[in-house]
């Protein structure tokens, strides 16, 4: 993508700014994001959304604005200068929609960059995680009254673990020989967890555990924090649909309890830090605790469990496919951060008596 084409686009968007510069934000494994440095602040973020993984991106955007207005509208006590902080501000097109459908049918959505923050992708003191659990937990408060009827279900089925399975022994019908050799050791251990993996799925599809409003990709990197470590905003909302507490309250651990990110490939550095579980269970249930029945407070620690598998497994079909969706820096990638993610399940799993 030209400057040129990046100005452009961004000049679709109502705003008084002038395009200075921008750069490329590579954190993300789905979307194309950049930031836009202007002549004066605010900066702006400016975001391709892949419409080959989201099949209904105006759905996406509505989702993702309608629920920052409603948060907007919930936090609008604040001062300007932390409401700015708190929540997202997406940026209208010149002809009022929030997003830009360019030439070749790629979809444009534009933010209001939030200044003086930072993100983590890996933990390194307990501040962050007992801050990042607070972050999230409120995100679902407050998003608890917010009319899920009204949200798209962006990817039908995205943590159904039965999905899961089924695209996983799809893979293995289709990939290559090389690939299901290289792969062996890891494809038998997705079979021998089948039963357990199951269990949050089941208790949901019982209607043993509520659904709510979930975000549905808290990992840590989606956390915004300011330069002392407090946590300002969760970002990526993308992916809110209906779900349970399980999949926001795992997924958080799976990044934050992870001594190294998700695809280091040196696996002894890969362990679960129980201190930091401990940290952002405590901010999370501070938030939400009054909200949770004891069935979900109990299998919170099978949440942690399951959300690192739902991920192994699908970086593990993702390899076994070829790699057709998630972006990768070189082809072994997918089966690394597979391996990644099964050996913080060994890890979690062998200091488990402590993890609660
Ligand atoms: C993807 O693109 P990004 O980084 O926001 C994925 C998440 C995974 C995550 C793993 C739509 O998120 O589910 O947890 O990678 N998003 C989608 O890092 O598949
Ligand atoms: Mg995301």
């Not at 979307?31 to 959304?49: K, M």
């Not at 695209?167 to 039963?195: C, G, H, P």
């Not at 969706?325 to 399940?345: C, T, V, W």
Request: some cysteine; glycine content about 4%.
């Amino acid at each position: 993508m030209t400057q040129e084409q990046l100005k452009y686009k961004f000049n679709q968007f109502k705003h008084a700014s002038v395009y200075k510069s921008h750069k490329e934000l590579i954190s993300g494994h789905i979307n194309d994001t950049y930031l836009i440095e202007t002549e004066e602040e605010p900066y702006y973020i400016l975001q391709r959304i892949n419409h080959l993984v989201f099949k209904d991106v105006p759905g996406l955007i509505s989702n993702k604005v309608g629920v920052s207005k409603h948060i907007h509208k919930k936090l609008s006590h604040l001062a300007q200068d932390k409401l700015n902080q708190s929540v997202l501000m997406f940026v209208e097109t010149k002809k009022g929609d929030y997003y830009y459908k360019d030439e070749d049918g790629s979809y444009w959505n534009v933010m209001v960059y939030i200044n003086d923050s930072v993100t983590y992708d890996i933990v390194t003191n307990k501040e962050v995680a007992y801050e990042g659990g607070k972050l999230a937990g409120d995100f679902l408060n407050l998003t608890s009254d917010f009319d899920a009827s009204v949200l798209t279900e962006v990817i039908p089925k995205f943590h159904d673990m039965s999905f899961r399975f089924w695209q996983f022994e799809e893979a293995l019908k289709v990939a290559s020989k090389e690939r299901l050799e290289e792969a062996k050791e890891y494809i038998d251990r997705v079979n021998t967890l089948k039963e357990e993996m199951h269990i949050i799925q089941n208790l949901k599809e019982s209607g043993k555990i509520k659904l709510r409003v979930t975000h549905n990709d808290t990992k840590i990197s989606n956390a915004l924090f300011d330069k002392n470590n407090k946590g300002l905003c969760m970002i990526d909302t993308d992916t809110v649909m209906p779900g349970v507490v399980h999949y926001d309250f795992g997924d958080a651990i799976r990044t934050i309890c992870n001594s190294a990110a998700e695809d280091e490939t040196n696996l002894d550095l890969v362990n679960f830090n129980v201190e930091y579980y401990k940290a952002y269970k405590k901010g999370f249930l501070e938030k939400v605790e009054s909200a949770l029945s004891p069935l979900e407070i109990e299998t919170l620690p099978l949440a942690a469990k399951t959300m690192i598998f739902i991920m192994a497994i699908r970086f593990l079909t993702d390899f076994l496919n070829g790699d057709v969706y998630y972006k990768i820096k070189y082809p072994e990638h997918n089966l690394d951060r597979a391996k990644n993610q099964f050996k913080l399940i060994d890890s979690m799993v062998a200091q488990m008596e402590v993890a609660h």
